[in-house]
């Protein structure tokens, strides 16, 4: 809706740093129009007073200055011609949009175990027959089967991590379950973590 003599703030320029202000904003643009650099200069240092006071926290902070005179340039869009009395090639940085993240994509046979557990299963089938390869085993088959009772469905059955580690490992590891023996799992746990989102207490009601 448009009327007559109104100015809302969603037909104005967007603010570079909305925290000071459209009428620092207009300073700015004001200042970048005077004619000579010496006139610059100064209504950038009192530009730059005028921050300090609007923020004035920002004094606590260590290289206070460094930070208002970059938040300057950053409002100039570095576009005011004066003689900086910091070095602003930081703030250039900070101006730089950051770039794009691909998201992990690696596959994964059997979600509910994990990359974890499928990165212990890759080191297994290269180890050497021992004793680090055996506690290897041990660990890896114990954290099976916490996945298995956590995220399978009921498919926790010692019988289930065997089959699986002896598949996930290409036939290397072949668990001789009339020996081995699983760590003691503590159901109550695993359940409050299952339904509190990872052991969050509930609130008290």
């Known amino acids: 809706m448009n009327i007559k003599g109104l100015d809302y703030n969603t037909q104005r320029e967007r603010l570079v740093l909305p925290e000071y202000g459209r009428e620092v904003q207009k300073m700015v643009d004001y200042c970048m129009t005077l004619p000579t650099k010496a006139e610059r200069q100064r209504c950038a240092e009192s530009i730059v ?82 004793r ?15 996945d298995l009772m956590q995220w399978g469905h009921g ?9 699986d580690l002896a598949r996930f490992t290409d036939g290397v590891i072949q668990l001789d379950l009339s020996r081995f023996k699983f760590a003691k799992i503590d159901l109550r746990a695993l359940n409050a973590a299952n339904n509190n989102g990872g052991g969050k207490k509930k609130k008290k009601r």
């Open 49 to 130: 007073t005028t921050m300090e006071r609007m923020i004035p926290n920002v004094c606590n902070s260590a290289e206070y200055k460094q930070k208002l005179w970059d938040q300057l340039a950053l409002i100039s869009d570095f576009k005011l011609d004066i003689d900086w009395p910091v070095d602003i090639d930081k703030a250039r940085i900070m101006q730089q949009k950051p770039g794009h993240v691909d998201y992990p994509m690696s596959h994964i046979p059997v979600r509910h175990y994990g990359k974890l557990v499928f990165e212990l299963l890759d080191r297994l089938k290269t180890m050497p027959a021992g």
């Open 132 to 146: 680090e390869r055996d506690e290897l085993t041990a660990q890896t088959a114990n954290q099976m089967k916490r």
């Open 155 to 163: 498919l926790c059955d010692d019988e289930k991590v065997a089959d």
